[in-house]
């Protein structure tokens, strides 16, 4: 028993001991996995903690620098508005929609954003309007000068022929006057006289008259044939005398070495060239609207630039760049194309050098071209110079969008706008798989006709200011001067003689509205009065009289006039109106007109038995009774009939 009770403590000391140890072991472990586990997430945390601390601090800074570059970019931008709106008017209508738009915006799909980027990648077209998307367009640029004639042209042009003088100048004069009389000397040796300005015009004169009946291609032995002939080229001078002038006319050197002609192809003709040229913008300010363009003087002879342009009526000729009135169709402007350099390299961007050289001193205008000329730096150096653009576009240009270049399954009709900041696209079909592109600095929206064509704005506008070097080109050939001639030179001179006598006419209408203003062939009347004018002075000093009766009548009738011209000045209007009212006042007091006979009526003796026309009228040769309408009555004032 007493084994037993000893090996029971014994026993149960070891266990207890065991289990002693295995709790304090376990508490042990416990406690060191608890202390490790909560210094791991401390740790942990703490890093966590820092990291988040020094990643928003960043965050912060950037978004303290983003908004310090904000402000000033907002600052820089409220200057240059406010330089820019100064001279602007408030619009208490006006609600900026900026906001609105931002807050409104939607991301682009990226198929629409590559669809509206250009060819070359680096100008992005969008469909919207810049008005959209600021909220205002751009100011326009103003015009300052005054469209139509100049003060100096008006100041000068007293009739028909000194508004033609206008455009030659004293030194052009003399170059012809000098280089004509060194020609003759050089034909005709020692028989040679000196030519004059008379002289010169009176063969000028006879070029316009010509062209007025469309007989410039006509033979001079028809010009002077006495019978299908017109009378005043036979009265003006012989023909013989006409075709020596034509032979030794010249405004250069003839015979000068082919040197000169190398190093310039334009030597013979630069010289009386730009002087004209000059007198061109001097007379005329063109309206809001200039067309640049190209035309084509005729010409199949020799010539070191002619040119073949299949588009144009005479296909082969001298290739003029001209800047015209897109209302009057007045040559502000025109440079001849003389081709290729002497290396036979291309020129590079010709198209845009043409129109800045052809509006240089312009401001304010619109400046409207063809597809040749039209690009995208053209529009952007015309907005640097103040000036806009309308022009149809090629499709091979490389800043336009494929947007607007596919013609498939789009209908008939219908418009496709691009905008960026400072140009205007439109792609138009007409008709299925055929498509117009126009671009445009002066248009800022996608404005479309209402009516059955449903064109654009710019289409319209294109339409009605394109033709003005096309309507110069018509009306010069219409009533051109030019003769058959083999020399170049001679080809641009009588070009100059025709857009002279046009230009002439421009003015003149426009300083005087009411000239026939009832009569529809006006230029026709102006031609003829023009040539009229300038034959009559070498008219009156002619000496050996015509062998037609006719021309010898108008000889005689021209003398005659200028004699009474020269005998006394002329009486002013104001002062011949008063006289011929005090004559009439006068003759209603003394009695009737002494052309009827008031004593006694009689039978007409010329009418028929059966009418019995009495009339108190008589001849004042054979005293026969006549009526009114067997009389030639001429028409006199009292004042002229009193003399």
């Known amino acids: ?50 990291f988040v601390t020094l990643h928003t601090s960043d965050i912060l800074m950037e978004e303290e620098r983003d908004l310090e570059e904000e402000s000033e970019s907002e600052e820089e931008l409220f200057d240059q508005e406010s330089e820019t709106e100064d001279d602007t008017e408030f619009d208490p209508d006006y609600h900026s929609t900026e906001g609105e738009e931002s807050e409104g915006e939607e991301e682009v799909p990226p198929e629409v954003e590559a669809a509206y980027q250009s060819k070359n990648g680096k100008i992005m077209w969008t469909s919207t309007t810049p008005s959209e998307r600021r909220g205002r367009t751009p100011a326009r640029s103003i015009i300052k000068m005054t ?6 042209a008006c100041s000068n042009a007293e009739d028909i022929k000194s508004t033609f003088e206008l455009f030659f100048t004293d030194e052009i004069k003399e170059i012809l006057i000098e280089m004509t009389n060194l020609e003759g000397k050089r034909v005709f040796n020692k028989s040679w006289k000196n030519l004059d300005w008379i002289d010169l015009q009176a063969y000028f004169g006879l070029l316009i008259l010509a062209g007025v009946y469309r007989s410039h291609h006509e033979a001079l032995g028809s010009l002077w044939n006495s019978v299908s002939g017109r009378t005043i080229f036979r009265a003006t001078m012989p023909m013989k005398t006409f075709a020596m002038m034509s032979r030794v006319f010249c405004f250069y050197k003839r015979g000068a070495g082919p040197g ?7 030597a013979p003709v630069r010289d009386i060239w730009e002087k004209w040229v000059e007198r061109l913008p001097f007379m005329y300010n063109p309206g809001p609207n200039v067309t640049v363009d190209e035309c084509l003087v005729p010409f199949r002879g020799r010539c070191p630039f002619k040119q073949y342009m299949p588009s144009k009526p005479s296909k082969y000729g001298i290739k003029i760049w001209a800047a015209c009135d897109s209302r009057s169709s007045y040559a502000w402007n025109m440079q001849i194309y003389t081709g290729k350099a002497a290396d036979r390299k291309p020129e590079k961007n010709q198209g845009m050098r043409v129109v800045l050289d052809m509006t240089s001193g312009l401001q304010g205008h619109t400046i409207t071209c063809d597809n040749f000329f039209t690009s995208y730096a053209l529009g952007e150096e015309l907005l640097r110079r103040k000036m806009s653009m309308i022009g149809t576009v090629r499709s091979n240009k490389p800043e336009l969008p494929p947007a607007l270049l596919s013609k498939k399954d789009r209908p008939r009709l219908s418009s496709k706008f691009a905008f960026t900041e400072t140009h205007t696209l439109v792609s138009y079909c007409p008709r299925k798989n055929k498509n117009v592109l126009l671009m445009s600095t002066f248009h800022r929206d996608a404005t479309i006709s209402s009516k059955d064509h449903k064109k654009p704005q710019i289409i319209l506008d294109y339409n009605q200011t394109k033709g003005g070097v096309d309507t110069l080109d018509k009306v010069v050939a219409t009533y051109t001067c030019q003769r058959m001639t083999r020399r170049w030179p001679m080809v641009i001179f009588f070009n100059m003689l025709d857009v002279s006598a046009y230009n002439a006419f421009v003015l003149w209408t426009e300083i005087n509205p009411k000239w026939n203003k009832q009569r529809s ?68 007091e003394s009695g009737p007109s002494p052309v009827s006979t008031p004593s006694k009526r009689k039978r007409c003796q010329v009418c028929e038995s059966k009418k019995s026309t009495k009339t108190s009228m008589t001849c004042n040769k054979c005293k026969m009774y006549i009526c009114r309408s067997h009389a030639v009555i001429t028409t006199y004032c009292y004042s002229c009939n009193k003399v």
């Open 147 to 152: 469209p139509g004639p100049t003060r100096f």
């Open 521 to 588: 062939s006006k230029r026709r009347l102006f031609l003829e009065e023009l040539g009229v004018a300038l034959v009559t002075p070498y008219m009156e000093r002619r000496h050996c009289l015509p062998r037609t009766q006719a021309s010898q009548d108008m000889v005689k009738e021209t003398k005659a006039w200028s004699l009474r011209s020269k005998a006394g000045p002329q009486t002013p209007l104001c002062e011949k109106v008063m006289e011929a009212r005090k004559c009439s006042l006068e003759v209603k």
């Open 1 to 50: 028993m007493e084994e037993e009770r000893d090996a029971t403590p014994r026993t149960s000391d070891g266990f207890m001991e065991k289990k002693r140890d295995a709790t304090l072991h376990t508490r042990d472990g416990f406690m060191e996995e608890e202390r490790d586990a909560t210094l791991h997430k401390s740790d942990g945390f703490m890093e966590e903690e820092r």
């Open 260 to 266: 000169q002609e190398k190093r310039d192809k334009l």
